[in-house]
Nanobody
Framework: QVQLEESGGGLVQAGGSLRLSCAAP????????MGWFRQAPGKEREFVAT????????RLSDSVSGRFTISRDNAKNTVYLQMNSLKPEDTAVYYC?????????????????WGQGTQVTVSS
């Protein structure tokens, strides 16, 4: 039962930073594209960022581009989401997911394995 586990969420003030981590056991998903998605209260889950299996290619949503960075450390089998200049509208539950392909993808339906989510709250 391979699972992804997010960590690093919390409460920060606007303009602050957080780094989210997503760990997979052993070498699970080591060559898979990984993604971050988020879901705010009353809203649909939305794409945030993705990175290819080997970390060569990344994509970011327009709403976070220039503020967030996705990266991965394949030696640790961990993907990160560095979030800077946080805004109240970034408040959401953030989910890490693994795709069934190696190439970076923004399509939620290409991700088959999901973490439980970690809460990020940004106050004014």
């Amino acid at each position: 039962q391979v699972q992804l586990e997010e960590s690093g969420g919390g409460l920060v003030q606007a303009g602050g930073s957080l780094r989210l981590s997503c760990a997979a056991p052993g070498r699970a998903f080591s060559n898979s594209a990984m993604g971050w998605f988020r879901q705010a209260p009353g809203k649909e889950r939305e794409f945030v960022a993705t990175i290819s299996g080997y970390g060569w290619d990344t994509r970011l949503s327009d709403s976070v581009s220039g503020r967030f960075t996705i990266s991965r450390d394949n030696a640790k089998n961990t993907v990160y989401l560095q979030m800077n200049s946080l805004k109240p509208e970034d408040t959401a539950v953030y989910y890490c997911a693994a795709a069934r392909r190696a190439g970076a993808t923004t399509s939620e339906n290409e991700y088959d394995y999901w973490g439980q989510g970690t809460q990020v709250t940004v106050s004014s």
